[in-house]
């Protein structure tokens, strides 16, 4: 079956623009995470869905942040009025199991680029 | 505050020399704890998920553990190819917080 898609692959756009990313997990997977990981950095978290509960927010780096996702489906990433500190490659993961557990599955990453 | 920390920064093993990572943490409402991988230039590699006390999971060379305040990550016989930096995670809640990482150098 399909693993976990992740589009664009490749985004490069000019300072104080919106972008979008989008993440269509595995079919069936509750549970979905957003990562990002700047250049030369490690690992960072940015949110967790699982299921129909709310996410926990506080990962985003600022309000500029925001994500969404429609029950167990696509998930979207959005940042507004991009800054540089912006670029990164953003991960996004899916798993089957309540409470996160299990293996996760990574798409093959957004690569931002903010000009 | 919760906090992850792993130990050490770096480790350089020789092949064959067995090993153990840590990840100590401090959080509330534990609801798993997660060991990832990565190489240099590549995306990150899911190793094993651990949701209490006492539980054990493996796979080939490596095998991690869990008690109510760390886990350990053993690697056993390393091989140059186990090469990589070792992150921890911690699922608090809906939150989930990383420890900075050990980067583990195995040499022929």
């Known amino acids: 079956g399909a693993g976990v898609s992740q589009s664009p692959s490749n985004k490069v756009t000019e300072k104080g623009k919106d972008v979008e990313l989008r993440c269509d997990p595995i079919?069936?997977?509750?549970?979905l995470y957003w990562y990002r990981q700047r250049l030369g950095q490690g690992l960072e978290f940015l949110i967790y869905?699982?299921?129909?509960?709310?996410?926990?927010k506080s990962g985003l780096p600022s309000d500029r942040f925001s994500a969404e996702r429609t029950g167990e489906s696509v998930s979207t990433l959005t940042i507004q009025r991009t800054q540089q500190e912006d670029s990164a490659v953003y991960l996004c993961?899916?798993?089957?199991?309540?409470?996160?557990?299990?293996?996760?599955?990574f798409g093959p990453g957004t690569r931002l680029t903010v000009l | 505050e919760d906090q992850v920390t792993q130990s050490p920064e770096a480790l350089r093993l020789q092949e064959g020399e067995s090993s153990s990572l840590n990840c100590s943490y401090t959080?509330?409402?534990?609801?798993?704890l997660f060991w990832y991988r990565q190489d240099p230039g590549k995306g990150p590699e899911f190793l094993f998920t651990?949701?209490?006390a006492g539980e054990e999971k493996e796979k080939e060379r490596l095998k991690a553990t869990l008690t109510k305040k760390e886990s350990f990550l053993h690697i056993t016989a390393p091989k140059p190819e186990d090469s990589a930096t070792y992150l921890c995670?911690?699922?608090?809640?809906?939150?989930?917080?990383f420890g900075k990482g050990t980067t583990l150098s195995v040499s022929s």
């Open positions: 993961a899916s798993s089957s199991r309540t409470g996160g557990g299990d293996t996760q599955y």
């Open positions: 079919s069936g997977h509750t549970a």
């Open positions: 869905f699982q299921g129909n509960s709310a996410p926990d």
């Open positions: 959080v509330s409402g534990l609801r798993g």
């Open positions: 651990l949701y209490s």
């Open positions: 995670a911690v699922l608090a809640g809906t939150a989930l917080i």
